[in-house]
């Protein structure tokens, strides 16, 4: 006789649930503007934080290649010739720290801008090749002082170390990590008060209705159920529309965002956000709408005991 009880009370249970899910969203499209107003701040909100943290990604991926490298590029002045570099470049193959030299010479630092560049025009137009020799050293130990070294040559006009740019851009990838965690916390707190916001709007209209099932010995918890709800199903409908913001954003500035990377001569492609990322915002978003309820919820029953007594 114990299992029909159960399974009475569970189906009980069930009913209830599905009968205040039905219920909030019923309410939301019976004040339609409101719960759009909500649900695109909520989203905006949530959005921009993402935006933030897919753009990061793009940097990331831009830079992998200058993250992997410790080289040290040394720019000749233009009266240097080739031959004057070559005996550089053999007294620094003899230092035990430096792994390997290469030397590119003006015209093969010319065919390759051309190849890579679509500024080969504009470069033609000009008629003298304006690329000096380069000479390029991969350090094998500590390259602190191979630059003293390379930037004491009188002929230097320029050094580029490859790992400076790193240092620099480690810092500013931090920095993003940072500045996104401190925009995701500010916003959650807008998204959960404007579901709070819009759950207490709607329990302004039902308020007689609220009383009268506290009279009858409704439980807190069957009265602030609809609430959650509503707030669970905002919170859903605003990470789907927020996702939706984002895809967009991202086709939008792609084409522009490529024609500015090429014309650098960089070969890049958009990343993507990994495939937890939806369901994971999905599940962080239907929880700040949860959250946003409970308060609304909350502080309406906590000013109506007061009333009360």
Known sequence: MNKPVSYSAFAAWRAQHRAAFVSSISRLFKRPISSFLSLSVMAIALSLPLAFAWSL?????LSSSVQNSRAITVFFNMDVSLEQVNQVAKAFQSNPDVA???IKSPEQGLKDFQQSSELAKAVAMIGKNPLPVVMIIEPSGDESQL???VRALPQVEQVQHDATWQQRLNAWLEFGKRLIVLLAGIFALGAILAVANNVRLDIATREQEISVLQQLGATNRYIRRPFLYMGGVLGFLAG?????LIFAAALYVEPSVM????????SFKFVMFPLWILPAMLVCSIILGVIGAWF???HHMRASRLIAL
Do not use: D, K, R, W
């Not at 024609?259 to 960089?266: E, Q, R, T």
């Open 240 to 244: 789907c529309l927020a996702f939706v």
């Open 100 to 102: 390997t030299v290469s």
């Open 296 to 298: 609304a919820v909350g």
């Open 259 to 266: 024609v500015l990377i090429s014309s650098y001569g960089n």
């Open 57 to 61: 990604l793009q940097i990331e991926q």
């Open 147 to 149: 630059l003293v070294q």
